[in-house]
């Protein structure tokens, strides 16, 4: 068998059947994924906790059970990390900020029940610029990329990215207001799914904009993401913008494969703005499916980048009404990057305001038009690869017309709510992860899972792991 260091950077789908058949033990797991993380944690930052009481328990809890044949499914005994906006009950939850640096949450969040009921062993709480926007606090490290530590690596989900592709944790949660799962799953190489608004309850998990924040695995494989997905999604009269769809098994929709499927692309979309690197790897991609006997062809999506002008009128208004308890009472406990959010958001009019709410309407109405003649789309997860961190300092406040560009693959799908996962799809020259997503039709993550994972089938890009030394 392989050592259990090296067990760290496989899959769930790979890990959980030798703990199912008894082959490795929980205790054995979650110990050897804190020495892992002990071992590389101190240059990487992806932790700003590591819960080892409460994940040993829960992985002693897990051998237990086994043992006595109750195996409770894929995710029993697996290592899995938590953003630190999720509310953890008793555990600082902080969202790497000076005004929730000593908040110690009353109940658990609703998808910390989930996963902890599925048998999951938390490995801590994950880093994050502040408040899930893209600036980190002066009073908090960054975490760094594993593939290389002097390029960035991704926001706001950043420490989820870097667990997931370093093997401190199997998996994590993220949040996307703007594409805050799909960055750092780009830019670490690992697959997020920025899931359809409402699939995974919001309960307990504190916002950055209310009507744009969506909550959604990563992972290192797309059946991963399927199956952590598989135990969140669901119905929660605590978060009243949930759906009610029905149960799906991701893992057998994937096991149907993608002939047949459409796949839309708009050309100019993916080209306007947007690195050669990533560019070029999303029309290769094409290829490929055309190989996986997918129908691969034309749509226009002509407007779709309107609406990202618009995202940060959005996200400061949304912000500004969940801290008004706050700011500006303690504008100076803020960091830069997000204090210059709530100061923009008092200048916000409301003509602005109902100027983003309708391009809403237009881009949600864009897609479905769209997606009458095909099942998903393809394009980009972002404008580049990771940029050297130096190009886009911790602390720096970004003028406001710079996040249109930065976010026109991305802030659409938080205004419609379509759901869109990210993939690898290759490297630069210099070694870092290229990466595309596709969108798809409200609630039907499925689709978008056969696509994804018979792109992976015939790649193994998702294989690949960056070289660390433990």
Request: proline share 7%; with cysteine; charged share 20%.
């Amino acid at each position: 068998m392989s050592s259990l260091n090296e067990l760290l950077t496989r899959t769930i789908t790979e890990v959980a059947p030798l703990l199912e058949r008894r082959e490795i033990s929980p205790v054995e797991l979650f110990d050897a994924q804190l020495a892992r993380i002990s071992a590389q944690d101190g240059v990487l930052r992806s932790h700003l906790l590591v819960t080892a009481e409460l994940g040993r328990a829960q992985a002693l809890d897990a051998e237990r059970e086994i043992a006595a044949g109750r195996y409770r499914g894929p995710l029993h005994g697996v290592p899995l990390g938590l953003k630190d906006l999720i509310c953890t009950k008793g555990i600082p939850t902080t969202c790497a900020s000076r005004i929730l640096r000593d908040f110690r949450p009353l109940l658990d969040a609703a998808i910390v029940e989930k996963l902890a009921g599925a048998g999951a062993a938390f490995t801590g709480k994950l880093n994050l610029t502040e408040f899930a926007l893209y600036g980190y606090h002066p009073e908090y490290d960054y975490p760094r990329n594993p593939w290389h530590t002097d390029y960035w690596a991704g926001v706001s989900s950043s420490g989820s990215g870097v667990a997931v592709a370093a093997g401190l944790c199997f998996g994590a949660i993220g949040t996307d207001t703007g594409g805050s799962i799909r960055f750092p799953s780009a830019a670490c190489g690992v697959v997020g799914l920025k899931p359809t608004f409402g699939k995974i309850s919001r309960h307990g998990v504190f916002p950055l904009a209310d009507t744009l924040d969506h909550i959604g695995p990563m992972t290192r494989s797309v059946a991963d993401c399927a199956l952590m997905l598989a135990a969140m999604e669901g119905r929660d009269e605590r978060d009243p913008s949930t759906r009610s769809d029905p149960p799906v098994d991701y893992l057998a929709e994937i096991a149907r494969g993608a002939e047949g499927i459409r796949v839309g692309i708009d050309r100019d979309y993916c080209t306007e703005d947007t690195d050669a690197d990533m560019r070029e790897a999303c029309f290769r991609a094409c290829y490929l499916l055309y190989g996986q006997k997918m129908v691969v062809q034309d749509v226009n999506l002509a407007g779709i980048t309107d609406v990202a002008a618009h995202w940060q009128d959005t996200c400061a208004v949304d912000a500004l009404l969940r801290h008004r308890e706050w700011f500006p009472a303690r504008a100076a406990d803020y960091g830069p990057v997000f204090r210059a959010l709530l100061e923009y958001g008092l200048t916000v009019s409301a003509e602005d305001y109902a100027r983003g709410q309708k391009l809403r309407q237009f881009s949600t109405a864009l897609f479905e038009k769209a997606f009458r003649d095909v099942d998903v789309i393809l394009c980009p997860a972002a404008p580049s690869p990771a940029m050297p961190q130096s190009e886009f300092p911790p602390q720096r406040v970004a003028p406001p017309e710079s996040f249109a560009p930065l976010v026109r693959y991305t802030a659409p799908t938080n205004f419609t709510g379509h759901p869109s996962l990210t993939i690898p799809n290759g490297f630069t020259a210099q070694g870092l992860p290229t990466a595309m997503q596709f969108i798809g039709r409200h609630g039907e993550e499925a689709t978008l899972f056969r696509v994804a994972a018979a792109y992976e089938q015939a790649t193994g890009w998702h294989k690949r792991r960056p070289n660390l030394t433990a």
